[in-house]
């Protein structure tokens, strides 16, 4: 059906469909072979990277030409003796051929690429589906842009992807620099100036501030694109740089803070939330690129919804403590640990994610194997690398966690809490073995190690470590 409160119609729909309705490709990616690139695929080798690959392309062709002349020589001769000590030696040179190779495909498998669309020769027709069913076609459409914006402009007979790209960022068109403007914003103020980040259109809610969304939509375009002047311009802003301490004044005015009389206070992101605790507490892994990673699970993940038996096997060492863009995603079943903090699950693109509070969210954060972990980690690190008091120990675990020194009321909390902890568990032994299961330190110490460890737990579930203030 049309739109039924923006003016795009159906066959906007599909004329802007038609654009990507000829690619000359399989309509899957398959896993071989090469690792889920379907080609045409592009390198993104460094000129470095070129140099040693030729140099590993060359030795393998070498080797391979040596092997097959002797492969030749044993097929060709008549003397069987001989033909014995030539097939040893054939043997030895197909081994170091193929070593070769595997060397030069491992070195090739590591460098970067990224799969590219590749156009038929020959125009694949695109039609108005009937209802949208695919098997239902009605009238032909033509790529081109919604009629209600400005023009495409063709450079050629039939509209290409470079003239849709070169539309999206023409000066003419009103949409693509203040939606771009608008979910940055969100990113840095936690709601954008149009609220409805993913809808501007007239079901959505109209700015807060639109001069300023003008301004910045222009300045934006006018900068070349410039995100990180964007950026910059945002957090050197005094808007945000206020403070989020809320004034009765403010919440009778402003509840929702939409005039931006205080910087915005909100939660993070899920993935925000455990990079940042990996970070502080010295584990997160800062290697880049390659394959997805599982970090551990609950027991039975999958098992109820997989077909075929497919069972959950996480990874081991630094790789789980990889960023969480690297953390496998199965939509059927998401990273517990990620959707628990409002994550979407990917069934749908989400421009606005939902920000929730519930008991299970404490939970997570308390108890997560990994957030444990991280605790006692950083917890380790504080009470090895430091011969100060207690107190010199909590003030650095809590400006490590929240970049701000403890005050004096705090620092009272924090004292008797470290007090309460040791006393806990120098009583209770099992508890602390569990804590300090996998750890090497010394029986007298382990007490210490696990009331440490609760203890940065604690800080690490403080508002101010999980919002933004």
Excluded at 43 to 72: C, G, M, V, W
Excluded at 268 to 292: C, F, H, N, P, W
Excluded at 410 to 433: H, N, R
Aim: net charge negative; glycine share 4%; charged share 25%.
């Amino acid at each position: 059906h049309d739109h039924k409160y923006d003016p795009i119609t159906q066959q906007d729909y599909y004329a802007l469909f038609a654009f990507f309705n000829n690619i000359d490709a399989q309509p899957e990616t398959v896993g071989s072979p090469r690792d889920g690139l379907q080609p045409p695929f592009v390198s993104l080798a460094s000129t470095e990277e070129k140099l040693q690959l030729a140099e590993l392309d060359a030795t393998a062709k070498k080797l391979e030409q040596q092997f097959r002349q002797l492969e030749q020589q044993t097929s060709e001769s008549l003397d069987e003796d001989a033909k014995k000590e030539l097939q040893d030696k054939v043997k030895q040179a197909e081994n170091a051929w193929k070593k070769a190779k595997s060397t030069r495909d491992n070195f090739d498998r590591a460098i970067l690429k990224a799969m590219v669309m590749k156009e038929r020769s020959e125009v694949r027709p695109t039609f108005v589906m009937l209802r949208g069913q695919y098997d239902a076609p009605g009238a032909p459409v033509d790529r081109n842009a919604p009629a209600f914006l400005p023009a495409l402009g063709n450079s050629s007979e039939v509209a290409t992807r470079m003239d849709l790209a070169n539309w999206m960022v023409s000066p003419e068109n009103p949409l693509t620099a203040r939606v771009a403007v608008n979910r940055f914003w969100q990113q840095f103020f936690g709601t954008g100036l149009v609220r409805t980040s993913e809808d501007l259109g007239a079901q959505g809610e109209v700015p807060s501030h639109p001069e300023l969304l003008d301004y910045l939509s222009v300045s934006f375009q006018e900068s070349g694109w410039d995100v990180k002047a964007l950026v910059k311009s945002f957090v050197m802003s005094k808007t945000y740089r206020q403070s989020s301490k809320l004034t009765p004044e403010h919440l009778t005015i402003d509840p929702d803070n939409r005039l931006l009389a205080r910087a915005s206070r909100y939660r993070l992101d899920a993935e925000v939330i455990r990079d940042q605790i990996l970070s502080t507490s010295g584990l997160l892994s800062k290697k880049m690129y390659g394959r997805s990673v599982k970090p551990p699970q609950p027991a039975g993940l999958w098992k109820s919804v997989t077909m075929t038996g497919e069972r959950y096997r996480a990874d081991a060492g630094s790789e789980v403590y990889r960023r969480s863009l690297y953390t496998f995603w199965k939509r059927a079943m998401p990273p517990p640990q990620m959707t628990i903090l409002n994550a979407p699950n990917r069934d749908a693109c989400i421009a606005r994610r939902e920000r929730t509070n519930t008991p299970s969210q404490a939970l997570l954060l308390l108890n997560e194997e990994q957030y444990l972990k991280a605790a006692r980690h950083l917890a380790f690190s504080v009470l090895e690398s430091s011969t100060a008091a207690d107190k010199e120990k909590l003030a650095q675990a809590f400006e490590t966690i929240t970049c701000q020194l403890p005050d004096a009321q705090e620092k009272e909390i924090l004292q008797s809490l470290l007090a309460d902890l040791l006393k806990q568990y120098s009583d209770q032994t099992d508890l602390t073995d569990e804590l300090c299961e996998g750890l090497e330190v010394d029986a007298s110490l382990k007490p210490q190690v696990a009331a440490w460890t609760v203890l940065v737990n604690a800080l690490y579930n403080l508002d101010i470590t999980k919002n933004r203030e």
